[in-house]
């Protein structure tokens, strides 16, 4: 079955420190994965997706970055964080028989930039 | 993806039947319309999809015109613990999707 594993759960991280957050996927194969954010209070913004291995589109400019090393595997990172970087923030991967629209969702980090 | 207008909040109380219309206007002939739901802090969850008519599963019934320029997500006799944001997506099947989620209707169930 479907599984996507999101860590950590909750994240406090100071003004300026690095960031990385990781998403595996299990159950499917070439999946298009997604790394939204969600303020609190807020809708869903796309952040980045990724319909295969090192292939990134970016939908909002900002300090953050995303990787995919690997088919299952989907990165979000920064360098220096921002106070506005606080929100929760949620992977998502499409699967293997399923149409595109949709999309299976993990249990999100929750950021916390002091 | 085509951009979909819902209702901000709706209010309901427990045991009554709610429809959440979605309005899609300029939705293509290949895009499926789908319907996901998001308790606070978790993911949202796919509820259903559909094409065209009606869709019924275990959670809710889709209602599409002919015109598919609309749908309405049905949840019969609501619980306090249908409280949640929905939100209504279109697009493709096909190849990718973007999967842009627009604000979602915020339905609040009461005793």
């Known amino acids: 079955s479907q599984t996507i594993h999101q860590w950590p759960a909750t994240l406090v991280q100071p003004v300026g420190s690095p960031l990385s957050l990781e998403c595996t996927v299990e159950g499917t194969s070439n999946p298009n994965l997604y790394w939204y954010r969600q303020a609190a209070g807020r809708g869903l913004q796309l952040l980045f997706y990724?319909?295969?291995?090192?292939?990134i589109s970016s939908e909002v400019p900002q300090n953050l970055s995303a990787s995919r090393p690997q088919d299952r595997q989907f990165i979000l990172s920064s360098k220096k964080l921002l106070l506005s970087d606080s929100g929760f923030y949620l992977c998502?991967?499409?699967?293997?028989?399923?149409?595109?629209?949709?999309?299976?969702f993990g249990q999100g980090t929750r950021l916390t930039v002091v | 993806l085509a951009k979909t207008t819902q209702p901000i909040s709706m209010d309901s109380y427990e045991g009554q039947e709610v429809n959440i219309t979605c309005s899609h206007n300029?939705?293509?002939?290949?895009?499926?319309i789908t319907w996901y739901q998001q308790f606070p802090s978790q993911g949202p969850r796919f509820i259903i999809q559909?094409?065209?008519t009606k869709v019924t599963n275990e959670v809710a019934s889709l209602f599409i015109p002919a015109d598919r320029k609309s749908s309405t997500l049905s949840l019969p006799r609501v619980s306090l613990s249908d409280t949640a944001v929905y939100y209504c997506l279109v697009g493709d099947e096909s190849g990718y999707s973007t999967l842009t989620f627009g604000k979602g209707t915020m339905l609040l169930v009461s005793p």
């Open positions: 990724s319909v295969g291995i090192g292939q």
């Open positions: 300029n939705i293509a002939t290949n895009d499926y």
């Open positions: 998502a991967s499409t699967w293997e028989g399923r149409t595109n629209t949709e999309a299976f």
């Open positions: 559909g094409y065209k």
